[in-house]
Protein backbone atom coordinates (compact mmCIF):
# COMPACT_ATOMS: atom_id res chain seq x y z
CA UNK A 1 0.00 0.00 0.00
CA UNK A 2 1.32 3.59 -1.17
CA UNK A 3 0.04 6.33 0.46
CA UNK A 4 0.02 10.06 -0.79
CA UNK A 5 -0.65 12.70 1.91
CA UNK A 6 -0.85 16.53 0.70
CA UNK A 7 -3.08 19.66 1.36
CA UNK A 8 -0.62 21.16 4.10
CA UNK A 9 0.50 24.49 4.23
CA UNK A 10 0.62 27.84 6.30
CA UNK A 11 -2.79 28.81 7.59
CA UNK A 12 -3.39 31.72 10.26
CA UNK A 13 -4.90 30.71 13.67
CA UNK A 14 -8.51 30.28 13.63
CA UNK A 15 -8.61 29.23 9.80
CA UNK A 16 -9.07 25.83 8.47
CA UNK A 17 -7.45 23.30 6.05
CA UNK A 18 -8.36 20.03 4.75
CA UNK A 19 -5.64 17.27 4.36
CA UNK A 20 -6.19 14.45 2.11
CA UNK A 21 -4.13 11.04 1.50
CA UNK A 22 -4.58 8.69 -1.21
CA UNK A 23 -3.78 4.89 -1.01
CA UNK A 24 -2.99 2.67 -3.50
CA UNK A 25 -1.42 -0.30 -4.44
CA UNK A 26 -3.94 -2.91 -3.54
CA UNK A 27 -7.65 -3.70 -4.73
CA UNK A 28 -9.58 -3.17 -1.28
CA UNK A 29 -8.56 -0.41 0.55
CA UNK A 30 -7.26 -0.07 4.10
CA UNK A 31 -9.39 -1.47 6.83
CA UNK A 32 -8.18 1.87 9.33
CA UNK A 33 -6.30 4.88 8.36
CA UNK A 34 -5.13 6.95 10.44
CA UNK A 35 -3.67 10.14 10.95
CA UNK A 36 -0.40 11.33 13.23
CA UNK A 37 1.35 14.60 13.41
CA UNK A 38 5.08 15.19 13.93
CA UNK A 39 5.90 18.86 15.92
CA UNK A 40 9.44 20.11 15.43
CA UNK A 41 11.29 18.47 18.67
CA UNK A 42 8.60 16.54 19.88
CA UNK A 43 7.48 12.77 19.42
CA UNK A 44 4.64 11.57 16.61
CA UNK A 45 1.12 11.61 18.04
CA UNK A 46 -1.81 10.23 17.03
CA UNK A 47 -4.67 12.64 15.60
CA UNK A 48 -7.33 10.57 14.42
CA UNK A 49 -8.68 7.04 12.56
CA UNK A 50 -11.12 5.83 11.25
CA UNK A 51 -12.71 2.62 10.06
CA UNK A 52 -13.34 1.51 6.87
CA UNK A 53 -17.04 1.24 7.22
CA UNK A 54 -16.86 4.91 8.78
CA UNK A 55 -18.64 4.44 11.88
CA UNK A 56 -15.99 4.03 14.22
CA UNK A 57 -13.99 7.01 14.54
CA UNK A 58 -10.95 8.16 17.37
CA UNK A 59 -9.75 11.71 17.98
CA UNK A 60 -6.87 12.65 20.53
CA UNK A 61 -8.59 15.04 23.01
CA UNK A 62 -6.44 18.04 21.45
CA UNK A 63 -8.45 17.95 18.19
CA UNK A 64 -11.77 16.93 19.27
CA UNK A 65 -14.15 19.09 18.10
CA UNK A 66 -12.35 21.25 15.75
CA UNK A 67 -10.56 17.82 13.10
CA UNK A 68 -12.80 15.29 11.86
CA UNK A 69 -11.79 12.31 9.76
CA UNK A 70 -13.29 10.93 7.09
CA UNK A 71 -13.30 8.76 4.03
CA UNK A 72 -14.30 8.05 0.35
CA UNK A 73 -13.94 4.20 0.34
CA UNK A 74 -14.45 4.69 -4.07
CA UNK A 75 -11.73 6.34 -4.09
CA UNK A 76 -9.43 5.38 -1.47
CA UNK A 77 -8.85 8.43 0.12
CA UNK A 78 -9.41 9.77 3.92
CA UNK A 79 -9.43 13.26 4.98
CA UNK A 80 -8.76 15.46 7.71
CA UNK A 81 -10.88 19.02 7.85
CA UNK A 82 -9.37 20.72 10.39
CA UNK A 83 -10.55 23.78 11.59
CA UNK A 84 -10.41 26.13 14.66
CA UNK A 85 -6.82 25.54 14.01
CA UNK A 86 -3.65 26.70 16.57
CA UNK A 87 0.09 27.54 16.92
CA UNK A 88 0.46 24.06 18.40
CA UNK A 89 -1.45 22.53 15.35
CA UNK A 90 1.70 23.17 13.66
CA UNK A 91 3.71 19.73 12.71
CA UNK A 92 4.03 17.51 10.08
CA UNK A 93 1.48 15.26 9.31
CA UNK A 94 1.31 11.62 8.18
CA UNK A 95 -1.90 9.09 6.76
CA UNK A 96 -1.05 5.69 8.47
CA UNK A 97 -3.08 2.78 6.98
CA UNK A 98 -3.28 -1.00 8.14
CA UNK A 99 -5.38 -3.80 5.98
CA UNK A 100 -6.34 -5.76 8.97
CA UNK A 101 -9.26 -4.45 11.36
CA UNK A 102 -7.92 -2.57 14.11
CA UNK A 103 -9.49 -2.69 17.75
CA UNK A 104 -10.85 0.60 18.53
CA UNK A 105 -8.98 0.70 22.10
CA UNK A 106 -5.39 0.05 19.75
CA UNK A 107 -6.24 2.64 16.75
CA UNK A 108 -4.31 5.51 18.23
CA UNK A 109 -1.14 3.52 18.50
CA UNK A 110 1.21 4.05 15.84
CA UNK A 111 2.40 0.47 15.77
CA UNK A 112 -1.00 -0.89 14.18
CA UNK A 113 0.14 0.61 10.96
CA UNK A 114 2.35 -0.85 8.95
CA UNK A 115 2.03 1.84 5.72
CA UNK A 116 3.03 5.47 6.60
CA UNK A 117 2.90 8.11 3.67
CA UNK A 118 5.61 11.08 3.55
CA UNK A 119 3.84 13.81 5.64
CA UNK A 120 2.49 17.26 4.42
CA UNK A 121 3.48 20.38 6.71
CA UNK A 122 0.65 22.38 8.18
CA UNK A 123 2.15 25.79 10.07
CA UNK A 124 -0.10 27.82 11.58
CA UNK A 125 0.63 31.28 12.34
CA UNK A 126 -0.26 32.88 15.64
Known amino acids: VQLQAYGGGLVQAGGSLRLSCAASGRTSGPSTMAWFRQAPGKEREFVASIRRSGGHTLYADSVKGRFTISRDNAKNLVYLQMNSLKPEDTAVYYC????????????????????WGQGTLVTVSS
Open 96 to 115: AAAQSHVILSAMALSTMYPY
